[in-house]
C-alpha cells in the first residue's frame, strides 16, 4: 500500500526557512513527477513546485527563487527547502506523487498534509 508522509512543517517568523520532506512507501515500479501543492484558508489548492522523474523541475512565480525542490530516488523522498518564507506562503503543504504501478501506467496519491505558518 502506497502512503506519503510529510514531515517538518511549523512556526517560523517570516524571512525564515522551512524544509518539507515526503517518504513515500510502498513503491514497487518507481514514481514519476513528485510535487508540492498548498492550500491556504478560504483557497483553491495551488501548486508550489514539482519534480519529474528524470529531474526537471518548475515553480509557481510566488515562490521562484526562494524555494527549492528535490527529490531522492534511491529512497523515494521529496524535499521542499523553503526560505525567505513570507507571511503569504502559510497554508497546508500537500505532498503529491504519481506512483508508477506498470511501465505506462501510474496512480496519484496525496499526503495527509504538514502545516506552515509564518508569523510576521
Known amino acids: 500500500q502506497v502512503q506519503l508522509v510529510e514531515s517538518g512543517g511549523g512556526l517560523v517568523q517570516a524571512g525564515g526557512s522551512l524544509r518539507l520532506s515526503c517518504a513515500a512507501s510502498g513503491i514497487a515500479d518507481g514514481i514519476n513527477t513528485m510535487g508540492w501543492y498548498r492550500q491556504a484558508p478560504g483557497k483553491q489548492r495551488e501548486l508550489v513546485a514539482a519534480?519529474?522523474?528524470?529531474?526537471?523541475?518548475n515553480y509557481a512565480d510566488s515562490v521562484k527563487g526562494r524555494f527549492t525542490i528535490s527529490r531522492d530516488n534511491a529512497k523515494n523522498t521529496l524535499y521542499l527547502q523553503m526560505n525567505s518564507l513570507k507571511p503569504e506562503d502559510a497554508a497546508v503543504y500537500y505532498c503529491?506523487?504519481?506512483?508508477?504501478?506498470?511501465?505506462?501506467?501510474?496512480?496519484?496519491?496525496w499526503g495527509q498534509g504538514t502545516q506552515v505558518t509564518v508569523s510576521s
Open positions: 519534480v519529474t522523474g528524470g529531474g526537471t523541475t
Open positions: 503529491y506523487a504519481e506512483v508508477k504501478y506498470s511501465k505506462y501506467s501510474a496512480n496519484a496519491y
